[in-house]
């Protein structure tokens, strides 16, 4: 049975509700994981990367941003999306003083998550999954201007098929930035990591691959501190 707490997190005037999911590995990581444009902190992909993630010995924080507590389907403006970002890592940081702050999600929370790591925002690496380049068909529209001053590590995970991140694209903007940056491809996988059934391959084996991904990620990125 998941150990789970759901705590209230002030922000902007109003509160959002977040939920710790506890590892079983002492002194875990800790990964905040925002959820995407259309999702919460209950949908169905939010929830199996917090299973994937305890899985490979990291805590979860997942949380609701202000217009989903609010069940408004607009996201909110970049500066409040990562004004909620914030305020959950640091309630995280305060509540359970982790060796390791992990920040990112997935897709328009893993962008949040990439614009405030840009700024200098105080964590130790960046983890996004479905990272989304450019809106669906339009290509010129790159949201990528701010990724090369991101400083710390990052693991990016996109699938092939995502129709958010052109891989000629991506290479190209994987020019701009440094070392510090991994990029992990997921043969045949969609926006959400799902595969096609000809593919032979299930979207549990998609979930699996990036468990073990970030958790080579996180050995050889923090050698000095994970583990």
Request: glycine share 8%; hydrophobic share 40%; charged share 20%.
């Amino acid at each position: 049975m998941t150990n789970s707490q759901t705590w209230r997190v002030p922000v902007g005037g109003t509160e959002v509700t977040a939920v710790f999911d506890a590892s079983e590995t002492p002194d875990a990581p800790v990964f905040i994981c925002a959820h995407g444009a259309g999702g919460n902190l209950a949908d169905r992909g939010v929830v199996k990367t917090a299973e994937v993630m305890r899985s490979i010995g990291m805590h979860t924080v997942r949380f609701n941003f202000a217009y989903r507590e609010k069940k408004i389907s607009r996201p909110d403006p970049m500066p409040q999306l990562t004004a909620c970002v914030t305020a959950v890592a640091e309630q995280a940081r305060a509540l359970l003083r982790p060796r390791l702050l992990i920040i990112g999600g997935r897709s328009m929370g893993g962008r949040a998550a990439s614009v405030l790591a840009s700024q200098g925002f105080r964590c130790d690496g960046l983890l996004l999954l479905a990272y989304p380049l450019h809106p669906p068909g339009r290509p010129q529209q790159l949201r990528s201007a701010h990724l090369p001053y991101i400083e710390v590590p990052v693991l990016c995970i996109n699938g092939t098929r995502d129709d958010f991140c052109t891989p000629s694209l991506m290479a190209d903007v994987l020019k701009t930035v440094g070392a510090n940056w991994i990029m992990h491809w997921i043969e045949g996988a969609d926006h959400s990591f799902h595969v096609l059934k000809k593919s032979g391959r299930t979207d549990e084996d998609v979930m699996r691959e990036i468990g073990e991904t970030t958790a080579s990620w996180m050995r050889h990125s923090f050698a000095d501190s994970h583990g």
